[in-house]
């Protein structure tokens, strides 16, 4: 069983100026991350969602793939004048868009990675954040679409030479996204127009094509939408933007939180205790409870069950960001942005907060795939300067940092959560590791091993310490010689 061994790999990609490389780790041996693959120069790299597969533009023209079990290079693609490139959930396909150079142009090419060939070839005049990639899959790649005029197109996704083999008609769509898990439905978004209303709808995506939604939910005041669906397909969350705040009371316009689900037993609006924006909405890993940031600041964060039962409160705060760990116990509450950088680590299951710190302008922020550590980095172009890589234990005490010059990308590598045991063992096993490693270091060597407190044995993460009278310090010395341990402890 996977979960037999003590504690599985874990992997991060950092990227900067000069390439990428992949660490190994945490927990880290010996304080410091173990080189796994040395820097390879790029532009742009990217994992598949489940981790099998790594793509790594090296120029505007070259496009490499690597199997991330061994970090060998499996395939290599010459495509000129490419402006983007992804990979499909599982690492089958990989989606490049060139520059076009006639309008008639093919110029947005699905290449089977297995082989090298183009499997499929379409026209694109440009590329916006809504329209790519073009062709979306399913986490399982069991159903592969593209938004056209009017409609969704579908293709066979082990044989795209057939083309498109169904069609989901929807006038005037502008967005739509696959249930997570199976791709079982689709939920599209139609904006306003003539004084009709804007409407989000689902669809049933079995072997044939409902055209009739088996939910609905229309919007007045709607310029755009966030589509999030839970991991069994039975939610989608709504997140409703407008422009203009017709109160006035927010520069940024008015959003609005809505829920479907997809047996009808729900439709409409979340219960908010708070006048405001929603700064953040998360699934749990589970599916079965959702939290939701909201309210002008201070922001309060409120954790509901499916049927939008509210379970849990954590408080208020500067807040704009939530992050539910893979195991489901953890979570974490942040102001990120133009907000300071506090961060609050509670323990769902327990109801508890668990401690408090800071990351100040951080970008991005993820848990680790075992569910034990989050990590913050600062990169550009966002911010040009203090970049760098925070990891936090799941109480919130600083484990690692790392300052760059630049530093572009920061992630972790793809983990089912599944393939790790749970918290308590892991955490278990790492302080077992601990031991062992003290018992090896040779006596007065200094350790650099990180612990969940800052140690004499690292000054630089050290804040400067409180004044303490000599008389004091000289009674800290004393007990350090008698028994051991740290003066300043």
């Given at each position: 069983m996977a979960v037999a061994e003590?504690?599985?790999?874990?992997?991060?990609?950092?990227?900067?100026?000069?390439?990428?490389v992949i660490w190994h780790g945490p927990p880290f041996t010996n304080g410091q991350p173990r080189i796994k693959l040395d820097k390879?120069?790029?532009?742009?790299?990217?994992?598949?969602?489940?981790?099998?597969?790594?793509?790594?533009?090296?120029?505007?023209?070259?496009?490499?793939?690597?199997?991330?079990?061994?970090?060998?290079?499996?395939?290599?693609?010459?495509?000129?004048?490419?402006?983007?490139?992804?990979?499909?959930?599982?690492?089958?396909?990989?989606?490049?868009?060139?520059?076009?150079?006639?309008?008639?142009?093919?110029?947005?090419?699905?290449?089977?990675?297995d082989t090298g060939d183009s499997a499929y070839q379409l026209s694109q005049k440009?590329?916006?954040?809504?329209?790519?990639?073009?062709?979306?899959?399913?986490?399982?790649?069991?159903?592969?679409?593209?938004?056209?005029?009017?409609?969704?197109?579908?293709?066979?996704?082990?044989?795209f030479s057939r083309g498109i083999v169904n069609r989901l008609r929807v006038p005037s769509i502008a967005a739509f996204e696959l249930s997570r898990n199976v791709g079982s439905y689709v939920a599209s978004f139609v904006p306003e127009s003539k004084g009709m209303p804007a409407n989000v709808q689902i669809f049933t995506r079995g072997k044939e094509l409902q055209s009739q939604p088996v939910a609905r939910r229309s919007f007045f005041r709607c310029s755009s939408v966030q589509l999030n669906w839970n991991c069994d397909s039975t939610g989608l969350l709504v997140v409703v933007q407008s422009d203009v705040d017709k109160t006035n009371q927010s520069y940024y316009g008015e959003t609005k939180l809505n829920y479907l689900t997809t047996d009808g037993t729900h439709e409409g609006l979340v219960p908010l205790r708070k006048e405001g924006p929603v700064h953040d909405v998360q699934w749990s890993y589970a599916g079965k409870e959702f939290a939701v940031v909201y309210g002008f600041m201070p922001a309060m964060v409120t954790i509901f069950d499916k049927k939008c039962n509210p379970l849990l409160e954590l408080g208020t705060g500067p807040y704009n960001t939530i992050r539910w760990n893979p195991k489901g116990k953890f979570i974490c509450v942040a102001g990120f942005g133009n907000l300071p950088g506090d961060m609050a680590f509670w323990d769902y299951m327990e109801k508890q907060k668990l401690g408090t710190t800071k990351a100040e302008l951080s970008v991005t922020s993820e848990w680790s795939p075992d569910g034990r550590?989050?990590?913050?980095?600062?990169?550009?172009?966002?911010?040009q300067v203090d970049n760098g890589i925070k990891i936090f234990h799941h109480n919130g005490s600083l484990?690692?940092?790392?300052?760059?010059?630049?530093?572009?990308?920061?992630?972790?590598k793809p983990e089912s959560s599944d393939k790790f045991g749970d918290i308590a063992e892991l955490v278990k096993s790492v302080d077992l590791l601990k031991v062992e490693e003290t018992k090896t270091q040779a006596p007065g060597s200094k350790s650099v091993q990180a612990s969940t407190k800052a140690t004499p044995a690292n000054p630089p993460s050290q804040k400067p310490a409180a004044y303490r009278p000599p008389h004091a310090k000289a009674a800290a010395a004393v007990q350090a010689e008698l028994f051991g341990g740290s003066p300043s402890g």
């Open positions: 003590p504690s599985p790999s874990m992997e991060i990609l950092v990227r900067d100026p000069d390439g990428f390879i120069q790029c532009t742009s790299v990217k994992f598949s969602e489940d981790g099998s597969k790594l793509m790594v533009m090296k120029s505007d023209s070259l496009v490499s793939i690597y199997e991330c079990k061994s970090l060998r290079e499996i395939r290599s693609l010459q495509v000129p004048n490419v402006l983007a490139a992804t990979i499909s959930p599982r690492g089958s396909y990989l989606q490049t868009f060139q520059k076009p150079t006639s309008p008639q142009e093919k110029n947005v090419v699905l290449w089977k990675i440009n590329m916006t954040k809504a329209t790519w990639p073009v062709i979306r899959f399913s986490s399982d790649e069991a159903v592969a679409c593209r938004l056209a005029t009017n409609e969704i197109q579908f293709f066979d996704p082990v044989d550590y989050f990590m913050t980095a600062t990169t550009a172009p966002r911010l484990y690692y940092k790392r300052m760059f010059d630049k530093l572009f990308q920061a992630d972790w």
